[in-house]
């Protein structure tokens, strides 16, 4: 099983498919196989060096939360383009002031 699950993943990434571990594992369904759960296969393809390590995103707890003292002080901006039923492109856009949000 083991190897399947390799040659799965190189054969998958050849074609530029998607090679993911749930990827795998409907491939080895249609097969006929019974296929491991997806741990499973995520643990045969980092024990084959087959997955690149990403790096961590950024704990919730070193987020710096800003807020305004004083009313009118900061001011957020946001805008989006968005097209009507005639195709016409309008730009909507949004101004809010910081401190009562």
């Excluded at 409907?26 to 499973?40: F, K, N, V």
């Excluded at 087959?50 to 707890?61: A, D, T």
């Amino acid at each position: 099983m083991r190897d399947r699950i390799v040659t799965l993943r190189t054969g998958l990434t050849v074609q530029g498919l998607d090679a993911g571990p749930l990827t795998i594992a409907w491939h080895l369904e249609r097969e006929g196989l019974r296929a491991p759960s997806s741990s499973t296969i995520r643990r045969v393809l980092r024990a084959a060096g087959l997955i690149r390590p990403e790096p961590h995103k950024r704990p919730r707890s070193s987020w710096r939360r800003f807020e305004a003292a004083m009313p009118t002080e900061v001011w957020q901006s946001d805008m989006t383009h968005w097209w009507l039923a005639d195709g016409t492109e309008v730009e909507i856009r949004s101004w809010l002031d910081d401190h009562s949000r």
